[in-house]
């Protein structure tokens, strides 16, 4: 369906000077180099004259992200008061921070932070009562604290913890294995796992999914095929490990297999996208365990909670958009012999746990969580009170047991660990973390605006108790609106430096998110993605009808889909804000599927391979959407490892808005080494992004920090 027509390259160098540069105001841009690569799209031809940034390996790309990196580097330096926002972000960054704890076996585990870590340490420790010791500190792993601790998994009789490890922020794992009692370190190395747990037999092997050993030089781009499911006895070398599953007829398919806790089924799940998914499971104490498939289609999501005897409690979203928990018999799988155990209802039901042999739901409503108790047969017995409005995450724990930790978080206070007795139905606070930022001095508001075709769409506004609505405030708005992920309250400690400057921080609830089920999620998704853009422009309108700011005001940000958010938003709609800082994102719509995993989104994008797909990914794709217009203050920012969303997405993005900005605000894109999707990140690099990112926005939303006056 599209034919690439490589045609003879203009021969342009990158340089810094006068003659090979563009300047607007007082920036002065690299020229990058334009080739004459066009491709037929059903008729229609599409230039890409930055195809050669896509090369991630070669020596003319690495030296345009140098010199880009110059400019970027060379305008933040001359912000007066950069220095301060670090000295003040590091400042509130130190605080003790610990998440909430898990048990297994006679261990508790849990993560907890000194402050400025690089990365958080893995502490385990024998009852409720014991000696908290190391376990795993990832930041001897790594001089610059780039190599992080991934997904863990403790064996059935938490002899042994299997952990994944990542570098520089890449998605690609390395798994090993420690000894809890002793700390030592096996023998055991897994190389090229990818988008992938570990799940444990006893305590002799697991299962875990990964993929076959990439080209040299193409490990962050080359596109992610043939997953495959193995098991790892323990002791051996991983050539020896057996191949569970494998399917040589569908390429984009990605594996993975669980072990109920109970420890009877294997489930196997395989997906197409990043949402819907296949089910197979197996009983492993069967006489002739075969796979028995629950559902094949794709179109749902389905996961197993644990099994109850032979019947698998499994919740899904099949004829039911806000989630449902059934019970399964495999011998019966057929969707009309499921039997609801905790129906659907009105609330999003986002999680399960079982404790104590009941089961802990967690519900949303209007983006904030709330937590009942239900028999094993789905009697609802009570609600767990909360502290307030915010987000709820934890309750792991052992099914027998009867006391659980969970985090309570909002939008101006670190998450608080509570300990949760189901017996009595009490939580008591078991950490509360101390943060410079005085909470008690700002407040969320959640409002309802109405979108352009009518519908109302839920916004959190964080701000100074007592903010006046004069419509002379900094606002700085964030949106995802993707992959049915919901944004709901959490404090992030970079924004605090924002609102203790005036700031009013406002995360809008999207389409396209999981806030309300699967309809929310589809609403915002294929050729009608333009809703998520449209929700993103009526938050802004609202905030200034509202007065609490104007578009001069206003600087957007999103990462990921967030950063296509923005991308899209800036360049259908250059007035709506001051500033605009699209992080990560994925900004070429016509190619985005050829890299790494880019293939597994289509089912919320579309591909260009389409005639219908290709004629709605044309009109907002990012790149192909940038006009000879004046657009604001923006920023551009990725990351040289980032196997996610390839920075080439974010080069070529960058190099057409330097091309096309008629106005003088400044385009600059920020390229962070040894850094991938932000999974991992260093705190030493996250808060000199940070730190990089506000002096951007203070300065050219005309904001002071402290005392010290802007431009």
Known sequence: MRKSLFLLPAILLLACNNKDSKQEGSITYPVTKKVDTVDNYFGMQIPDPYRWLEDDHSAETGEWVSQQ??????????????????????????????SSPFKKGK?????????????????????????????????????????????????YS?????????????????????NIETGEVQRDNIDWVKFSGVSWVEDD??????????????????????????????????DQDMLVYEDKQHALRNFHAQMTDAGRYLALYGSESTSGNSLMVKDVEAKDPKFVSIIDDFKNDYSVLDNIGDKLLVSTNYKAPKYRLVLI?????????????????????????????????????????????????????????????????????????TVAFYS???????????????????????????????????????????????TKIPMFITSKKGLKQDGNNPVFLYGYGGFNISIKPGFAIDKAVFLENGGVYAVANLRGGGEYGEDWHKSGTLCSKQNVFNDFIAAAEYLVKEKYTTHDKIAINGRSNGGLLVGAVLTQRPDIAKVALPVVGVLDMLRYHKFTIG????????????????????????????????????????????????????????ATLQEKQTGAAPVLIRI????????????????????????????????????????
């Open 107 to 155: 261990y508790y585990f849990y993560y907890k932070n000194d402050g400025i870590q690089n990365q958080s340490v893995l502490y385990v420790q024998e009852g409720l009562n014991g000696t908290p010791r190391v376990l795993i500190d990832p930041n001897k792993l790594s001089a610059d604290g780039t190599v992080a601790l991934g997904a863990i998994a403790v064996s």
């Open 599 to 654: 293939w597994a989104w289509a089912t919320d994008y579309g591909k260009s391979d389409s005639l219908e797909q290709f004629n709605c990914l044309i009109k907002y794709s990012p790149l192909h959407n940038v006009k000879e217009v004046e657009y604001p203050a923006t920023m551009v920012m990725t990351g040289d490892h980032d196997d996610r969303v390839v920075p080439a997405h974010s080069f070529k993005f960058a």
């Open 205 to 238: 092997g697991f299962y875990y999914s990964a993929y076959d050993k990439p080209e040299e030089g193409k490990e962050l781009s080359k596109k992610n095929e043939f997953h495959k499911v193995f098991y790892h006895f323990m002791g051996d070398e991983q």
């Open 158 to 178: 938490a002899r042994f913890l299997a952990y994944g490890v990542s570098k520089a922020g890449s998605d690609w794992t390395q798994v090993q294995v420690v």
């Open 408 to 454: 309570f978080g909002t939008f101006v206070s670190p998450g608080v660990v509570y300990k949760y007795n189901v017996l009595t139905n009490t939580s008591t606070v078991f950490m509360q973390p101390k943060c410079e930022f005085k909470s008690d001095e700002y407040e969320t508001k959640q409002v309802f605006y109405t979108s352009k075709d009518g």
């Open 329 to 401: 018999d495999p011998l019966k799988p057929q969707p009309e012999n499921w039997k609801d155990v905790i129906p659907e209802s009105q609330d999003l039901l986002e999680n399960l746990a079982l404790l104590g042999d009941k089961i802990i739901a967690t519900y949303q409503h209007d983006v904030a969580s709330k937590v009942s108790v239900f028999s094993l047969d789905g009697v609802k017995e009570k609600d767990v009170e909360l502290p307030g409005v915010g987000a709820v995450s934890g309750f792991e724990s052992d099914v027998k047991d």
């Open 672 to 711: 962070d080494t040894k850094a991938g999707h932000g999974s991992g990140k260093p705190v030493t690099k996250q808060i000199e992004e940070f730190s990089d990112l506000w002096a951007f926005v203070f300065y050219n939303l005309g904001m002071t920090f402290g005392a010290a006056p802007v431009k």
């Open 69 to 98: 990196n110059k400019v970027t580097f060379d305008y933040l330096s001359k912000i007066p008061f950069r220095d301060k926002i670090k000295e003040r972000l590091t400042q509130l960054w130190n605080f003790e921070k610990i």
